[in-house]
């Protein structure tokens, strides 16, 4: 069953931890996105990738970092130095080089820091 | 910065009534994708379109873009309970794929 994974659903962290969350896809796309969702608020752009050991940054990149060491998987930390990382965290992926394609998303993930 | 946008943010309807969101962009789209957002949900693909003038309808939904490809529309006639959600644009700009600020729809019983 292809899909796009993302854990854990729900995660609690303390204020000045980082903190890594999984997305994985098996559907073989070569772009991978992570958007960050704040109540009430449409989706921010925080960083993608087109291709494998390729990454760049979105609109709101301040606080988080990413890894693509494998075409399956796009992790995301948030670190310290994000301000506010309380927020629902969505990944996404979709072929790239083929045209006009949909995203498919991920079931987010919800983080909390208190 | 947010270079997609839509109006309204919010909307409530009564149950049968009509409800239209607005996208418009700041440069042109090669194409202008729709996607609705379930509350707890995660954003899911409706549809896309490709041409200048486009119109597409999926049931009671209509989907528009724009003559100069920077802007769209979505109606959905008769609203009921089940439209619920929040519905945005999406498109990709330079190697970006951005989505618009969304509009949340109420549909009151």
């Known amino acids: 069953d292809g899909g796009i994974t993302q854990s854990p659903k729900y995660l609690f962290r303390k204020e000045g931890q980082n903190v890594t969350l999984s997305c994985e896809q098996n559907?073989?796309?070569?772009?991978m996105y992570w958007y960050r969702q704040d109540p009430g608020q449409g989706l921010r752009l925080i960083y993608y990738?087109?291709?494998?050991?390729?990454?760049q940054k979105g609109d709101i990149a301040e606080g988080y970092s990413v890894s693509r060491e494998k075409k399956e998987s796009f992790p995301l930390t948030v670190t310290s130095a994000q301000k506010n990382p309380t927020a629902f965290y969505l990944c996404?992926?979709?072929?790239?080089?083929?045209?006009?394609?949909?995203?498919?998303f991920g079931q987010g993930t919800r983080l909390t820091v208190v | 910065g947010q270079q997609v946008m839509q109006i309204p943010q919010y909307q409530h309807v009564q149950e049968g009534e009509d409800f239209t969101t607005y996208c418009n962009s700041s440069?042109?789209?090669?194409?202008i994708q729709w996607y609705k957002q379930r509350p707890g949900g995660h954003p899911v693909f409706l549809i896309q379109?490709?041409?200048?003038?486009e119109v597409k309808k999926q049931k009671r939904l209509t989907f528009q873009f724009g003559e100069a490809k920077k802007n769209s529309s979505l109606h959905i006639t008769a609203t009921q309970t089940t439209d619920v959600g929040t519905y945005f644009c999406?498109?990709?700009?330079?190697?970006?794929?951005?989505f618009g600020t969304g509009t949340s729809l109420t549909v009151i019983p």
């Open positions: 996404a992926s979709r072929e790239y080089g083929r045209g006009n394609t949909e995203a498919f």
């Open positions: 559907l073989n796309h070569d772009a």
């Open positions: 990738s087109q291709i494998v050991n390729d990454f």
């Open positions: 440069t042109t789209l090669s194409n």
């Open positions: 379109l490709v041409k200048s003038g």
């Open positions: 999406a498109g990709p700009l330079g190697n970006q794929f951005y």
